[in-house]
């Protein structure tokens, strides 16, 4: 169920965003430009793995916890709710793909 | 009118929630950022020219807070929950804002 | 205690009236070692006969006493007023996400209700058993239950916690805790039924780890960590059921 997802997807994002977030303090080191990052992204397989099992991670991780947050803190509650927050999901799953694919080298 | 105080576990949950919030405001805007790589590096390059202002530095640096924040109290959630860890005392807490503060401090350090 | 402190008067403010109302303030001589139920008492006593409060053993042990004091939630009767009193005012209110009966009673009913549809209640099975169960105190389970069977349902936990504020249908920490002990239970026969009724919409997962009624138990149960064995417990049954 959703709690299963939302902790299961937690424990692997646990692990990708500690990767990503020393990812970022070494790149940003000295300033940022896109033949950096793309030096090192175009054709890099690994690379477009792990992100894209970042992305499908995301995208089961942070629609569940809006829910609670909008559940608990809003009146909106049923299948509206669901419905919006699915569109949400197949938003961040479909931006964030194409964002992998669009530095791995289209 | 009925106010129970403001407990360190209700700030830790709270601080999660709303730098979760942030986090997913945040994310479509990055994969639409990135994906302008794919009309090629100057695309992408013209894009990260923006964030070289102040006020988006200032705004980077925040969502990079957030994330660290939101990971580490996070963490806090799944040790109680599936690891039996039995947090009573300020200390877990403690430990979480340092080392997002670490973070922050190693993003600013860097950037320069 | 100095003749100085002994001579001060405490300002108390107290609710009167039900969902609306206001708070009646009365002046009430400090006296040494007094109590807040001390406190509540000399005011329906000497002041205001009309003022509505619930206690009876007195010495923390039947948790009727429990009322908001300056914010926050306790057994009034444990409660030493040199405790808790800010630059002389006290403020007792009602449990909160209680419905209020009247001044500082609160309607129980939903809390109890609460409490069997976690099915808070032991399942003896069908059939007698043969023999009488052996339970060595020192297993895991035992011990886990042994930690949440002090509970007396004094609604300390219930009114600490934020969630039981935001989400109507959520069970709260003293019917969650209650439901683990059981879980715990080796001799108990209602372990599917308990965990659907800990799953459901209101159930243990809409916990998000405030840790408020750990905070304010005046038992020292942590019902936080009751309910993380039932997330656990929940999450285990899924995988196995997916598996």
Same mark, same amino acid.
């Given at each position: 169920?959703?709690?299963?997802?939302?902790?299961?997807?937690?424990?692997?994002?646990?692990? +990708?965003v $500690? =990767? %990503?977030?020393?990812?970022? &303090?070494?790149? /940003?080191?000295?300033?940022? !430009? @896109?033949?950096?990052?793309?030096?090192?992204?175009?054709?890099?397989?690994?690379?477009?793995?792990?992100?894209?099992?970042?992305?499908? +991670?995301? $995208? =089961? %991780?942070?629609?569940?916890? &809006?829910?609670? /947050?909008?559940?608990?803190? !809003? @009146?909106?509650?049923?299948r509206?709710?669901?419905?919006?927050?699915?569109v949400?999901?197949?938003?961040?799953?479909?931006?964030g793909?194409?964002?992998?694919?669009?530095?791995?080298?289209? | 009118?009925?106010?129970?105080?403001?407990?360190?576990?209700?700030v830790?949950?709270?601080l999660?929630?709303l730098?979760g919030?942030?986090?997913?405001?945040?994310?479509?805007?990055?994969?639409?950022?990135?994906?302008?790589?794919?009309?090629?590096?100057?695309?992408?390059?013209?894009?990260l020219?923006i964030?070289?202002?102040?006020?988006?530095?200032?705004?980077?640096?925040a969502?990079?807070?957030?994330?660290a924040?939101?990971?580490?109290?996070?963490?806090?959630?799944?040790?109680?929950?599936?690891?039996d860890?039995?947090?009573?005392?300020?200390?877990?807490?403690?430990?979480?804002?340092?080392?997002?503060?670490?973070?922050?401090?190693l993003?600013?350090?860097?950037?320069? | 205690?100095?003749?100085?402190?002994?001579?001060?008067?405490?300002?108390?403010?107290?609710?009167?009236?039900a969902a609306?109302?206001?708070?009646?303030?009365?002046?009430?001589?400090?006296?040494a070692?007094?109590?807040?139920?001390?406190?509540v008492?000399?005011?329906?006593?000497?002041?205001?006969?009309?003022?509505?409060?619930?206690?009876?053993?007195?010495?923390?042990?039947?948790?009727?006493?429990?009322?908001?004091?300056?914010?926050?939630?306790?057994?009034?009767?444990?409660?030493?007023?040199?405790?808790?009193v800010?630059?002389?005012?006290l403020?007792?209110?009602?449990?909160?996400?209680?419905?209020?009966?009247?001044?500082?009673?609160?309607e129980?009913?939903?809390?109890?209700?609460?409490?069997?549809?976690?099915?808070?209640?032991?399942?003896?099975?069908?059939?007698?058993?043969?023999?009488?169960?052996?339970?060595?105190?020192?297993?895991?389970?035992?011990?886990?239950?042994?930690?949440?069977?002090?509970?007396?349902?004094?609604?300390?936990?219930?009114?600490?916690?934020?969630?039981?504020a935001?989400?109507k249908?959520?069970?709260?920490?003293?019917?969650?805790?209650?439901?683990?002990?059981?879980?715990?239970?080796?001799?108990?026969?209602?372990?599917?039924?308990?965990?659907?009724?800990?799953?459901?919409?209101?159930?243990?997962?809409a916990?998000?780890?405030?840790?408020?009624?750990t905070?304010?138990?005046?038992?020292a149960?942590?019902?936080?960590?009751?309910i993380?064995?039932?997330?656990?417990?929940m999450?285990?049954?899924?995988?196995?059921?997916?598996?």
């Amino acid at each position: 169920m959703l709690f299963a997802a939302q902790r299961a997807t937690a424990f692997v994002l646990a692990f +990708a965003v $500690a =990767v %990503h977030l020393a990812t970022i &303090l070494y790149a /940003v080191r000295g300033g940022l !430009t @896109a033949a950096e990052i793309l030096t090192r992204t175009h054709g890099n397989v690994a690379f477009a793995l792990f992100y894209g099992l970042f992305v499908v +991670a995301v $995208a =089961v %991780h942070a629609p569940i916890g &809006l829910r609670n /947050v909008l559940r608990d803190w !809003t @009146a909106w509650r049923g299948r509206s709710l669901d419905v919006a927050l699915t569109v949400f999901s197949l938003a961040l799953l479909v931006l964030g793909l194409r964002a992998v694919f669009a530095v791995y080298g289209a | 009118m009925r106010a129970s105080h403001v407990q360190r576990g209700f700030v830790a949950a709270t601080l999660h929630r709303l730098s979760g919030i942030a986090l997913a405001i945040f994310l479509p805007l990055h994969f639409l950022a990135l994906a302008t790589a794919l009309n090629g590096a100057n695309a992408l390059d013209t894009f990260l020219a923006i964030t070289r202002q102040p006020i988006v530095a200032f705004l980077e640096w925040a969502i990079v807070v957030a994330l660290a924040l939101h990971m580490t109290l996070g963490l806090r959630v799944l040790a109680v929950e599936f690891f039996d860890f039995r947090e009573r005392t300020l200390a877990a807490l403690s430990l979480c804002l340092a080392a997002v503060a670490a973070v922050g401090l190693l993003f600013v350090l860097n950037l320069g | 205690m100095s003749e100085a402190a002994l001579q001060k008067t405490l300002n108390v403010e107290v609710w009167r009236g039900a969902a609306s109302g206001r708070f009646q303030s009365f002046a009430i001589p400090r006296r040494a070692h007094q109590t807040v139920l001390d406190v509540v008492t000399e005011i329906q006593r000497e002041h205001d006969a009309t003022l509505s409060y619930r206690f009876a053993c007195r010495v923390g042990m039947c948790g009727s006493c429990a009322m908001v004091v300056n914010g926050r939630p306790r057994w009034t009767c444990r409660t030493r007023v040199s405790e808790v009193v800010e630059g002389g005012r006290l403020r007792l209110e009602p449990l909160r996400n209680f419905a209020i009966v009247k001044d500082l009673a609160v309607e129980m009913t939903q809390f109890f209700d609460k409490w069997k549809a976690a099915h808070g209640y032991f399942e003896p099975g069908a059939a007698p058993e043969k023999d009488f169960a052996v339970v060595p105190p020192e297993t895991k389970e035992r011990q886990a239950a042994d930690a949440g069977i002090e509970c007396i349902g004094c609604g300390v936990c219930y009114s600490a916690c934020d969630v039981v504020a935001w989400e109507k249908d959520y069970l709260g920490p003293a019917a969650l805790n209650r439901a683990w002990t059981l879980v715990n239970d080796v001799r108990d026969h209602g372990q599917m039924e308990r965990l659907d009724a800990v799953s459901s919409e209101g159930g243990c997962q809409a916990c998000h780890t405030h840790m408020s009624c750990t905070r304010f138990c005046p038992k020292a149960i942590e019902p936080t960590y009751a309910i993380a064995g039932l997330k656990r417990a929940m999450v285990k049954r899924a995988l196995r059921g997916a598996g």
